[in-house]
């Protein structure tokens, strides 16, 4: 398996084919002691947003 990667590099880091492994899952949340809960809720509300998706979309990232 290793050895038919082509990898690219992008940046600082290596572009592996989305083929080659499982999905890469992420979540956000807001900690139970944040100091600025209210702030973090804003920020993963954002996340959210079709703003944001358009960004992650034109990255390559999959959404949800």
Do not use: C, Y
Request: hydrophobic share 45%.
């Amino acid at each position: 398996r290793g050895a038919r990667l082509r990898n690219v590099v992008v940046d600082k880091g290596v572009r592996i084919p989305e083929q080659e492994h499982p999905p890469i899952r992420q979540a956000g949340g807001v900690v139970a002691r944040s100091a600025q809960p209210q702030l973090a809720s804003r920020f993963l509300a954002w996340l959210r947003t079709p703003q944001v998706a358009r960004i992650l979309t034109s990255a390559g990232l999959a959404l949800p």
